[in-house]
Every structure is written in structure tokens, then in C-alpha cells.
């Protein structure tokens, strides 16, 4: 079945409290979680319950309207609130922009409690216009490439997941995939599993599944060999902040995957709403800030056991040192394009700047 923008990673629910699909538990359980205070929301985003550069950046934001709800409007408390959940993970820049965007709403109310509620709403609105678009545009660079190259399948290898449980409502890597199915091409994702947290493996192949998309669950390591044998037409990933200067974070491998494509002539692609760039980072290289994650997500893997328990089982020996840093960035020179809701922008200042 096609891929039809009805799915949510969160919703206000009857009781006007934050309801999320609770994505630790993906794809053995579909759980979700309440989140009724501000509090709920930052732990909601430190402990992966929500992830993805979007979808944290929306529970952000609702989080600050938890935060008016239950501060009765104070802005001082609200301020507090809202700074915690600035801090609450390090690298997506989505997250200082919701809660920025809120906290001027905060700053300019007379009506803090329901403004915030709409300012929160609309952030969630215009995603989910923002990354149609994306995929409309990113659709067409496929169908480009397939006219070009004269073939009737496509191949696309994709890093971690940027689909609709990273960002409403068609995600940015897997909207122009959305897309294609709606189009009606024939097309194969490779999902790289994406270790340490395995977000390909569990959560990217869960939504391809449910949409009838064709994928194949790839060993991280696999994508170079893949290019060098031609059966990747093109890479796309997401985004969790590009600087200025167009160098792009994402999910730690990402990196490795560029360099793979530029060796092999494979476009490698970002999709991102405009809200992911953050103008005033000149250099992604040197200066974006890459969150360090627990040694656990290294030492263990998450599974189901034969009697359906969902289970962390080691895999390491216990008193070896790891090392777990949760993103990479791809330098500018590596990337063809950056697909976002205005177009295609080249990865460089003086395009980036147009978009101030
Ligand atoms: O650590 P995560 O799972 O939040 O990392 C997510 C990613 O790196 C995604 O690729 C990224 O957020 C882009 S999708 C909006």
C-alpha cells in the first residue's frame, strides 16, 4: 500500500497531552508514551523514546506548551523549562530551533499557554508540507537519473532513518522514496542498519515493510562494495544540522558512505528541511558539535527472544573500552545536492546564504 502521509510519530491526544510512538521499542512492539510535563518531554528525548532531528525538534516544542500548561503561563519557569529541553541532546539543530521559535512566542503573549499550543501545531504543519515537498523534488532527481541512465529500477542506499518516525509526515531521506511508489517506479531502498542503535535496521525497515516499499537490510559495511558493483543508483540521507558552508552531520557512518559514492560516481544526496541548516555555523567540520552516547548502546544489542521478551544481550566483553559517538560530518565537497522544500541547493555559503 502506498505511503499515504497518515502515519504520526506523535499526536496531542484527548486529554491535550503529548501521545508518541515510543520508538525504543520498534519493530517488535508498538508502544506508545504520554508525555504530560515538560520534564516528560526532555527525558522522552535523552532516552531515544523520540529521535530524529524533526520529531525531537516537534516534542521540543510541545514541550514548552507542556511547560506554559503547567507553569499556569509563569515565563520565568516556562524559560527554565525550555532551556532544559534546548539542552537535552546536542546536535540536531532542529531542537534549538523549536524551542528558540517557542520561547519567542513566550516572550511575545499575552496568552502564553495557548499560543504556545498553536506555535507548536503549526512547527508540526509545516513539516509535514515541508517534506512532501522534499520528496516531490528529491522524486524528480530519481526520475532525472533513471532517463539519463535509461532504467527502469532504481536502487537508493540510505544511512539510519529519516523517514516519518524522524520527521512529519514523509520523513526527508525516505520522502522522495514515498514519493517514487506513489509515481508508481519501481524502486529498492538498501538500509543500512546503522549500528551502534541499529535505527536502519529496526525502524527504517519497519516503515519501508509497512509502506510495500522493496528493501534489503544491508551489514554497514556492505554500501562500498554495493557502488563498486553498481547496484546503488544513488545515496540519500538526512541531516541533523549543515553549517554555512554546506558541510552536513548525520548519524555516525554517514562519513564513510559519501566517500564510498564519490569513489564510485554515485550522487550522493541530503535531504533536509530549511530548519535543519544552521547559518550561523560557518564549518561543519570544525565546528559542529558531535554528541557522545553511552558505551551500553556499543556493549549491547537490542532483540526479541525466542519467547517474544524484547532483551539487551551483550555482545562485548565486558571490560573492553568503546567509544560511541552518535554522529559524523560529511564534508561539502562530498555531496552533490542538498534537497530541501525551496529546491535543490548546492552545498556551499553563497547558496546556503540565500536561504537566511
Ligand atoms: O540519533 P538519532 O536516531 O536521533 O539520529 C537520527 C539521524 O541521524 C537521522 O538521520 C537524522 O535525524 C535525519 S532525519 C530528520
Given at each position: 500500500m502506498a505511503h499515504q502521509g497518515i502515519y504520526k510519530a506523535l499526536w496531542l491526544n484527548d486529554n491535550d497531552n503529548l501521545e508518541v510512538i515510543d520508538q525504543r521499542f520498534l519493530p517488535f512492539e508498538k508502544k506508545t508514551r504520554i508525555l504530560k510535563t515538560a520534564n516528560d518531554a526532555c527525558e522522552a528525548i535523552k532516552d531515544?523514546?523520540?529521535?530524529?532531528?524533526?520529531?525531537?525538534?516537534?516534542?521540543?516544542?510541545f514541550g514548552v506548551y507542556?511547560?506554559?500548561?503547567?507553569?499556569?503561563?509563569?515565563?520565568?519557569?516556562?524559560k527554565q523549562a525550555a532551556m532544559n529541553i534546548r539542552t537535552s541532546r546536542p546536535t540536531a539543530v532542529n531542537l534549538m530551533w523549536a524551542v528558540d521559535r517557542m520561547l519567542n512566542i513566550v516572550a511575545q503573549s499575552d496568552d502564553v499557554v495557548k499560543n504556545c499550543k498553536a506555535e507548536a501545531i503549526a512547527i508540526a504543519d509545516e513539516d509535514v508540507l515541508r517534506t512532501q515537498k522534499i520528496g516531490e523534488i528529491g522524486c524528480d532527481i530519481i526520475e532525472n537519473i533513471?532517463?539519463?541512465r535509461k532504467i527502469n529500477q532504481f536502487n537508493v542506499l540510505t544511512h539510519c532513518n529519516a523517514g516519518w518516525l524522524a520527521i512529519l509526515d514523509s520523513?526527508?531521506?525516505?520522502?522522495?522514496?514515498?514519493?517514487?511508489?506513489?509515481?508508481g517506479i519501481d524502486i529498492h531502498v538498501w538500509v543500512d542498519e546503522t549500528r551502534p542503535r541499529n535505527q536502519g535496521a529496526s525502524l527504517t525497515s519497519w516503515e519501508l515493510l509497512d509502506a510495500g516499499i522493496k528493501h534489503t537490510i544491508i551489514p554497514d559495511n556492505t554500501g562500498g562494495h554495493l557502488m563498486q558493483q553498481g547496484m546503488v543508483d544513488m545515496v540519500i540521507?538526512?541531516?541533523?544540522r549543515v553549517a554555512l558552508n554546506g558541510d552536513a552531520a548525520n548519524k555516525i557512518g554517514t562519513y564513510l558512505k559519501a566517500?564510498?559514492?564519490?569513489?564510485?560516481?554515485?550522487?550522493?544526496?541530503?535531504?533536509l528541511p530549511i530548519s535543519t541548516f544552521?547559518?550561523?555555523c560557518e564549518d561543519g567540520v570544525s565546528d559542529i558539535e558531535i554528541e557522545i552516547r553511552s558505551e551500553d548502546e556499543v556493549h549491547l544489542m537490542r532483540g526479541i527472544d525466542r519467547h517474544g521478551n524484547v532483551q539487551d544481550i551483550r555482545i562485548t566483553p565486558e571490560e573492553s573500552a568503546t567509544i560511541n559517538y552518535g554522529f559524523d560530518v560529511t564534508p561539502?565537497?562530498?555531496?552533490?545536492?542538498?534537497i530541501t522544500e525551496a529546491g535543490i541547493i548546492a552545498p556551499n555559503k553563497d547558496a546556503i546564504g540565500e536561504l537566511k
Open positions: 531515544m523514546t523520540v529521535r530524529g532531528a524533526g520529531v525531537i525538534g516537534n516534542v521540543a516544542a507542556l511547560a506554559a500548561r503547567e507553569f499556569a503561563g509563569d515565563k520565568s519557569q516556562i533513471m532517463a539519463k520523513g526527508s531521506a525516505l520522502a522522495p522514496i514515498y514519493e517514487a511508489q506513489k509515481r540521507t538526512g541531516a541533523d566517500l564510498a559514492a564519490k569513489d564510485n560516481d554515485v550522487p550522493f544526496y541530503i535531504a544552521d547559518f550561523a561539502a565537497r562530498l555531496i552533490t545536492g542538498l
